[in-house]
């Protein structure tokens, strides 16, 4: 089945409202979204200024205690596993791919809330700074995130193209990265403390 631009951008729509409704996230919130939303821009690719969709994936051990980290090499910092969006994957599947990649850790699956609720956990806009040598202005990602489990213990096997490492890190590392999913997550009662 052919990818339709169209549909994806009425699936964001449509995702953005149900998490603000659920959340209490307010409008203005996510308005260049929204924004781009309305101007029907191509959020499904790359290319697209002023941003475009990207997915990550906090994964969490069984007992959402801890947390798996990279060390992203082009930001400098420690984040959660996440890229760009690729069609035409389910926005939790690309998720789960870029974990997968980034990390190298086998074992991992979307946590079965995403599932009862289509919600992600958290949809975050922020800036990436500019890269000459790709020849990327300044722009957004409209990052959509997932909770991933690691259902079993295995090597982490980092992508170090993209990565310089990736270690288990206390859920509590999350508030200095994405403190708004940490506590969305807390909320949910998937993370804990």
Known sequence: MPFD????REEIGTILNAHAQAFGVPQDRHALLRRQ???RDALHARG???GHVTTSAFILDPAGRRILLIH???LGRWLQPG????PPDDLPGSALREAVEETGLHGLVIDPWHERTGLPVDIDSHRIPARPERNE????HHDIRYVVRATEPGALR???REV???AWRDVADLEAIAPQALRNMRRLGLAHP
């Open 37 to 39: 939303i309305a101007d």
């Open 48 to 50: 697209t200024w002023p």
């Open 137 to 140: 202005p300044e722009h957004w």
């Open 158 to 160: 980092p992508d170090l």
């Open 164 to 166: 310089h490492g990736a």
């Open 72 to 74: 992203h090499r082009s």
């Open 83 to 86: 890229g760009h969006y690729e």
């Open 5 to 8: 631009p169209a549909a994806f």
